[in-house]
């Protein structure tokens, strides 16, 4: 489970990333099992 705080309605940008804050936030998991959590590139680093 993930939470982060929503501040924003917006969901993707201009260029069709996920807006961080907002309603398709990747933090909150991935959208689908193509994609990954962008904290497990961080984790990864450490490993």
């Keep these: ?3 982060t705080q ?3 309605s ?3 940008s ?3 990333s996920p807006v961080e804050g907002g309603l398709m936030d ?3 998991g991935p ?3 193509d994609r990954f959590l962008p ?3 961080i984790l990864a ?3």
Excluded: H, S
């Design 39 to 41: 904290i497990l590139d």
């Design 6 to 8: 929503i501040f924003t």
């Design 26 to 28: 990747p933090r909150l």
């Design 45 to 47: 680093t450490f490993n």
């Design 31 to 33: 959208m689908d099992e």
């Design 1 to 3: 489970m993930a939470v």
């Design 14 to 16: 201009e260029d069709g």
């Design 10 to 12: 917006q969901c993707f």
